[in-house]
């Protein structure tokens, strides 16, 4: 699974040809070695995003951080 960045503890990754049919543009976020029930980020077209879920149970505040730093870098991203 490639990692996009690192931001502290915690990683933010994606997985090749994730679902049937293929979702929609997502990362992951876990503290520590990824796992298939991290937290989950939709990143939409206009590059804000959505918490589907936050299985990894990132403390609100440090979530917060994260999902700005994910939309500022929101076209790298999406470019992969």
């Not at 960045?5 to 040809?17: A, D, L, M, N, R």
């Not at 989950?40 to 995003?49: A, D, F, L, N, P």
């Not at 936050?54 to 870098?73: Q, V, Y």
Request: include cysteine; hydrophobic fraction near 40%; proline fraction near 6%.
């Amino acid at each position: 699974m490639p990692q996009v960045f690192k931001i502290g503890s915690y990683v933010v990754f994606f997985w090749i040809g994730e679902g049937e049919p293929l979702e929609p543009v997502h990362v992951h976020i876990c503290e520590g070695v990824p796992t298939s029930n991290a937290t989950k980020v939709w990143i939409t077209r206009s590059g804000k995003t959505l918490l589907a879920n936050n299985n990894s149970k990132i403390p609100e505040n440090t979530l917060r951080r994260i999902i700005k730093m994910i939309e500022a870098n929101s076209d790298n991203v999406c470019s992969l």
